[in-house]
């Protein structure tokens, strides 16, 4: 899912070498001829060995935030709801994969971090899951992998937390189910529920299907098997489970299976059908999916808040040209209404002022001001924030009068209830308004395998990973999003510099199809290109590094392109605004004005999911919503026209200098005949 783009031309040569390597890898495998790296149950044996040496619990206060990980498990303390505890996770530098084993729980209000050490801990894990209830933690599986990703080991161990002495202590009860990862669990009333997963047996990877719940009264397993003939979803981990009133969501998912040609490779699978599990009589339903659902995405995370549930992040991987493949990370989020099995996406929304409407004119007029490098204030056919909405939907030729699409929103949508939401806040106008500079917009990058929980109206989102180019970042910031007024992303902790090691051999395979791809670019690549290549080089490895906002990895920071990875930008930043629905997203060269005519009814059913207002109130949710996405995606519009026009005016000048160099040749050979 994470690899990245395979050259074109290549991906012969380069396929026949990594199935050669994988095949030395099984033949290692297989006859146990392991580095010491690579001896799992040495390495696990020397960590239950430092384990025994604990002898009393150790509480470090106010110490460093967790290094960067991903695949760990966060969860609200039931005792204190403002607390976070964190357990586990991986990191991936390029060459090695740490697991980790370690404690952690986060003071929200205070800030501050403590680090628990504990005898007869559970062993370092990924991939595992953890519910609280009362004041226990309760832990099951996961995974834990060599640091050359060679074995891989699968938990069914069950571990009790309690979490007012800090002391674990393993349940070891049987028909517990099989050792696995990438399953996921829940709690209902006094039951844990735990569904699918898959483990790795070397030879094969197994999904499974299969439905297990924990009493947590009696402390005893039981296996729900489906009856004959009934609805049962199919075998998959990497999905989403979430509890409301009397039912089980379980939404997407990753499977692999076998291709059809009958050869040794894996198709992929990514689900995106949603189910309803009923824990009184353990009975599935298909659920349809109403609204404006997500498409289909891997490793997205979803917690519930009151009657709805949210969705955040995700990848698609995709082909954009040729076998060229490109990996996308998602940083939007959607709402799910439990209530209606409705989906909506869920847009921040601006502050609204309380002030007159004399002072909310000349703030209006100052955010113009302030906004013109992206909007032409002078252009007829654009319109800004100083353009009072009333008199701008006069001059709009509204295909459905606006009580009506008021009274079709009414009609078609049940909504809950929750404030409207949009992407930016209004400036303040106290300063001159030419040296104004608009507050940036707070948002998490884009994500997979973070961890997202709800507590005290507050949504907290940790971790995860994603990639840039051709390296894996792992994350390890912590944003904030209150879920009563839905206005802006804050960051509480910022993402540090993860470390990267490449491997030699990837380094020397990169380098040679390089240096093929150069030479086919042939006359058009100068000494000019080069030059930028090494000054931007340093450029590119201090920029991955940064973890701002997923518009500016899109956008990137670069004036100066290589020819090749312009292209490859390009149909990036294409690919990136094509997976969003067309009525959300502008198109290149579309105006504000043009873009709200087009939009506006998705935009006021959008804002009514949100609000119910009707009328001119729903009118301005719906501008609000309208303005704020297309100030988003504005700069990456504005960077995909320049990026066209330069590689437009680039092979105009290469067709140029071809026929130059013809028009030699064909006189060369005149003269010899």
Same mark, same amino acid.
């Given at each position: ?16 070498r ?5 095949e ?5 495998r297989?006859?146990?001829?392991l580095s010491?790296?690579?001896d ?13 040496k604990?002898?009393e619990v150790h509480?470090e ?11 760990c ?13 964190l357990?586990?996770?991986e ?17 929200v ?9 504990s005898?007869s ?18 832990l ?7 640091p ?12 009790m937390?309690?979490?007012?002495t800090?002391?674990w ?15 996921r669990?829940?709690?209902y009333?006094h039951?844990?529920?735990?569904f699918g997963?898959?483990?790795?047996t070397?030879r094969?990877?197994?999904?499974? $299907?299969? *439905?297990?719940?924990?009493? %947590? #009264?009696?402390?005893? /397993?039981?296996?729900?098997?489906? !009856?004959? =003939?009934?609805m049962w979803p199919?075998t998959?981990s990497?999905?989403q489970?979430?509890?409301f009133q ?8 990753y499977s692999?299976e076998?291709a059809?040609d009958?050869?040794s490779?894996?198709?992929g699978?990514v689900h995106s059908?949603m189910?309803?599990l ?6 599935w339903n ?11 995405r ?24 040729g076998?060229v493949m490109?990996?996308?990370?998602? $940083?939007? *989020?959607?709402?799910f209404? %439990? #209530?209606s099995?409705? /989906?909506?996406?869920?847009?921040? !929304?601006k =502050? ?20 013109n ?5 002078e ?11 009333d ?16 009274h079709h929103?009414t009609?078609k949508?049940?909504v809950?209830?929750c ?13 001159d ?9 707070v ?9 997202m ?5 507050t949504?907290y ?9 051709? !390296?894996?970042?792992?994350?390890d ?20 510099e ?5 491997l030699s051999?990837?380094e ?17 690549s ?12 340093g450029k590119?490895?201090a ?8 518009v ?10 290589r ?8 149909e ?11 009525q ?8 504000? !004005?043009d873009?709200?005519k ?11 999911e949100?609000t ?7 009118r301005k949710?719906g501008f ?7 100030r ?8 995909l026209?320049i990026?066209?026009a330069?590689?437009?005016a680039?092979?105009?000048a290469g ?5 130059k160099r ?9 003269g010899?005949?």
């Amino acid at each position: 899912m994470g690899k990245k783009t395979k050259k074109p031309g290549k991906g012969k040569e380069k396929t026949e070498r990594k199935t050669a390597k994988a095949e030395e890898k099984r033949a290692r495998r297989e006859s146990k001829k392991l580095s010491p790296e690579d001896d799992i149950d040495a390495i696990l044996l020397s960590i239950q060995r430092e384990e025994a040496k604990k002898k009393e619990v150790h509480v470090e206060e106010n110490v460093p935030a967790p290094s960067p990980r991903s695949n760990c498990s966060l969860n609200i303390n039931p005792l204190k709801e403002t607390e976070l505890i964190l357990y586990g996770g991986e990191f991936y530098n390029g060459n090695k994969t740490f697991v980790y084993g370690d404690l952690y729980r986060y003071d929200v209000e205070k800030q501050e971090w403590k680090l628990i050490s504990s005898p007869s801990s559970p062993p370092p894990r990924s991939a595992h899951q953890a519910v609280a209830w009362k004041n226990y933690l309760y832990l099951f599986g996961g995974e834990f992998t060599s640091p050359n990703q060679e074995r891989f080991h699968h938990y069914k161990d069950f571990w009790m937390l309690d979490l007012k002495t800090n002391q674990w202590e393993q349940i070891n009860l049987k028909g517990c189910p099989s050792p696995r990862s990438g399953h996921r669990m829940v709690l209902y009333k006094h039951k844990i529920v735990i569904f699918g997963g898959f483990y790795d047996t070397l030879r094969e990877v197994r999904y499974f $299907n299969d *439905l297990h719940v924990f009493d %947590l #009264d009696q402390f005893k /397993w039981q296996e729900i098997k489906p !009856r004959p =003939g009934c609805m049962w979803p199919s075998t998959r981990s990497g999905f989403q489970f979430f509890v409301f009133q009397d039912e089980i969501f379980l939404y997407g998912g990753y499977s692999k299976e076998s291709a059809s040609d009958k050869s040794s490779s894996e198709k992929g699978n990514v689900h995106s059908d949603m189910w309803s599990l009923d824990p009184r009589t353990w009975e599935w339903n298909k659920v349809k999916k109403g609204g404006m659902p997500p498409g289909p995405r891997a490793g997205f995370s979803m917690c519930v808040h009151k009657k709805r549930a949210l969705l955040f992040g995700g990848v698609v991987d995709m082909e954009v040209e040729g076998d060229v493949m490109m990996s996308l990370f998602l $940083n939007e *989020l959607y709402g799910f209404q %439990l #209530d209606s099995h409705r /989906w909506y996406p869920l847009e921040l !929304r601006k =502050g609204k002022s309380t002030k007159s409407k004399v002072k909310k004119n000349s703030d209006q007029q100052c955010n113009g001001l302030n906004e013109n490098s992206q909007v032409d204030m002078e252009d007829p056919e654009t319109i800004g924030s100083n353009v009072n909405l009333d008199t701008y939907e006069e001059e709009v030729d509204m295909e459905n009068d606006i009580d009506e699409i008021s009274h079709h929103i009414t009609r078609k949508v049940t909504v809950g209830g929750c404030t409207s939401v949009s992407n930016s806040k209004p400036l303040a106008c106290d300063t001159d308004p030419q040296t104004s500079i608009p507050p940036e917009v707070v948002k998490p990058c884009g994500r997979i395998n973070s961890c997202m929980v709800v507590g005290k109206d507050t949504l907290y989102l940790y971790g995860g990973m994603m990639e840039v180019r051709d !390296r894996e970042v792992t994350l390890d910031d912590l944003y904030t999003l209150n879920l009563s007024k839905l206005d802006e992303w804050k960051c509480i902790i910022p993402a540090s510099e993860s470390e990267w090691l490449e491997l030699s051999e990837d380094e020397d395979e990169d380098e040679d199809e390089s240096e093929d791809e150069e030479s086919d670019c042939g006359s058009n690549s100068d000494e000019t290109d080069d030059g930028d290549d090494e000054e931007e080089t340093g450029k590119d490895d201090a920029k991955s590094l940064e973890m701002g906002d997923a518009v500016a990895i899109l956008k990137g920071e670069k004036k100066n392109l290589r020819r090749k990875e312009k292209r490859g930008r390009i149909e990036q930043i294409r690919a990136s605004l094509g997976l969003s629905d067309s009525q959300r997203t502008p198109m290149p060269g579309e105006s504000l !004005r043009d873009f709200y005519k087009r939009t506006n009814l998705y935009w006021q059913m959008a804002a009514h999911e949100h609000t119910q207002h009707t009328g001119k109130e729903l009118r301005k949710d719906g501008f609000d919503l309208a303005e704020a996405r297309y100030r988003e995606l504005k700069p990456i519009l504005d960077e995909l026209s320049i990026l066209e026009a330069e590689q437009k005016a680039e092979e105009e000048a290469g067709e140029t200098s071809s026929r130059k160099r013809g028009n030699k040749k064909n006189k060369h050979q005149t003269g010899q005949r």
